[in-house]
């Protein structure tokens, strides 16, 4: 298969690339800068400015992952439009892709498989999520929803249209974990606030591993929880983290600290979903690391 990635230098999406090198498939990056992209990646994919210079080699799925980091700056008024723009303009550049494949009668995509997050559901507390709970209303959801929406289109043209809601992605080597890996290595993690709220993870293989899924079976359509099915609260995670480095996790940051320090983005930190996969669970699909603590232990331990 020919498979369009963007977002294809990421954290998410290098691993994507490789898996998909090592199965075979063709793939080509969508990168803001194509030289840099292309020294970063296997060097069997391709990298392009945009969709639109691989117009002559249609691909048969689509994989969408770019966007601004969620957690690289304080949300200003700037910021908060940013994280929106960037998705809402990457993900439309590629429905525009399609209409100019359509346009030039050339193949279109199967299925697009586009990202969304966690923050769609906003902060729910206690209770269960899943891919039917009305979200709560904050900027998190307003952000998901529309990167949502700017992939609805796709649909009209016959492409099927997975969406991913991803939870919290860990593996070595970036995302959370990089961040948090500093202060409990050095014995000084803790909890946030009363550590009562969720933190929905998934291990970057399960995720890489749910797309390629989303990609194969061809009735999947619509949103789809990408969380392991064990979402534990951030006083679990900090305990078991710690666990996995052999350090205590005694050190809680109060949450007006956080949001002292951080403003509005606190609320990552601060608020969260017990979301589970119950529609990749009716799927089919099965997560290799349903637990945290089967996860560090493949991630950390030795
Ligand atoms: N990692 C997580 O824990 C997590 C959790 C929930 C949701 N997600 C979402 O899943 C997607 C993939 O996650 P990730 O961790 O792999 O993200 P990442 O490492 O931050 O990579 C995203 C890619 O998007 C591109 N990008 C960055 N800023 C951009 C901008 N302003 N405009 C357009 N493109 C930009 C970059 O590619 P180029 O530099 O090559 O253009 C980058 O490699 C992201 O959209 C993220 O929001 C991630």
């Given at each position: 298969m020919r498979i369009l990635v963007t977002g294809g230098t990421g954290f998410v999406g290098k691993r994507l690339c490789e898996k998909l090198i090592d199965g075979g498939h063709q793939v080509d990056v969508v990168s803001r800068s194509p030289s840099q992209a292309a020294r970063g990646l296997p060097r069997e994919c391709n990298a392009g400015k945009?969709?639109?210079?691989?117009i002559d080699t249609p691909p048969d799925a689509i994989v969408n992952l770019a966007?601004?980091?969620?957690?690289?700056?304080?949300?200003?008024d700037a910021q908060k439009k940013r994280l929106i723009s960037s998705r809402v303009e990457a993900t439309t550049a590629l429905v525009e892709f399609c209409k100019a494949l359509q346009k030039a009668d050339k193949p279109l995509p199967a299925v697009m498989v586009s990202g969304s997050a966690m923050?769609?559901?906003g902060d729910q507390g206690q209770k269960k999520v899943d891919e039917e709970t009305p979200p709560h209303p904050e900027f998190a959801h307003r952000l998901c929803a529309q990167w949502e929406a700017a992939a609805e289109?796709?649909?009209?043209?016959?492409v099927r249209l997975a969406i991913l809601r991803i939870g919290l992605v860990l593996d070595e080597?970036?995302?959370t974990l990089a961040k948090m890996l500093p202060p409990f290595k050095l014995g000084l993690g803790g909890r946030f606030g009363d550590g009562r709220q969720f933190m929905p993870w998934v291990h970057r293989e399960d995720l890489v591993e749910a797309i390629l899924y989303l990609i194969n079976k061809s009735g999947l359509e619509g949103p789809f929880n990408a969380g392991a099915p064990h979402p534990v609260t951030n006083r679990e995670f900090s305990q078991t983290l710690a666990r996995h480095l052999n350090r205590p996790a005694i050190f809680p940051v109060p949450a007006f600290v956080l949001k002292a320090g951080l403003?509005?983005?606190?609320r990552l930190l601060l608020t969260g979903a017990d979301m589970r996969p119950e529609r990749l669970h009716a799927a089919g699909f099965n997560f290799g690391y349903p637990t945290l603590d089967k996860a560090l232990a493949d991630i950390l331990d030795d």
């Open positions: 945009s969709a639109m210079a691989f966007g601004e980091p969620i957690a690289g700056k304080r949300w200003s923050g769609y559901y289109p796709i649909k009209a043209l016959g080597g970036g995302g403003g509005e983005m606190s």
